[in-house]
């Protein structure tokens, strides 16, 4: 008789735990941090096309964002390969989407909603925003 796959590659008992809210945090980083760096990229395109008075200043600061935002994913992404967590696009349903993951052999799921999705991107480039300005200031002082 054959033996379940789960067995066979689950040699650890310990491992099937839930994700810690750092891991977490790591997954809910590698769904948001991509999104909010098409959207800069995005931006940053459109700054190219268009002749403002301020676009080199903007277009400047977007690459800082940019340049920062991919630093933060590769790092992302080292971390989730080193704890083996997967996070992949599941489906879309009703203003929702649903993101299946896997954490060392624990399996779930974690939906949200587009709301969500839309406030946290703005609030990660708020908060890239705010570091440009800090870095400035305090190489000003």
């Known amino acids: 008789m054959a033996m379940p796959l789960f067995k066979v590659n689950n040699h650890n008992p310990h491992s099937c735990q839930p ?15 991509p999104l909010a760096l098409a959207v800069v990229e995005r931006n940053s395109r459109e700054l190219d096309r268009k002749a403002r008075s301020l676009r080199a200043i903007f277009a400047k600061a977007a690459d800082i964002i940019i340049f920062k935002m991919k630093a933060d994913l590769a790092a992302n992404t080292r971390l989730l390969v080193s704890k083996s967590i997967t996070v992949c696009t599941d489906h879309g349903i009703n203003n929702k989407l649903t993101y299946h993951f896997n954490c060392r052999g624990y399996e779930d799921c974690i939906t949200l909603t587009h709301e969500y999705i839309r406030n946290e991107i703005n609030q990660r480039i708020s908060a890239y925003n705010s570091e440009i300005f800090a870095m400035r200031a305090s190489s000003d002082a």
Do not use: G, K, W
Request: hydrophobic share 55%; charged share 20%; aromatic share 0%.
């Open 19 to 33: 994700p810690a809210v750092e891991e977490l945090q790591l997954m809910q980083d590698s769904i948001i941090l």
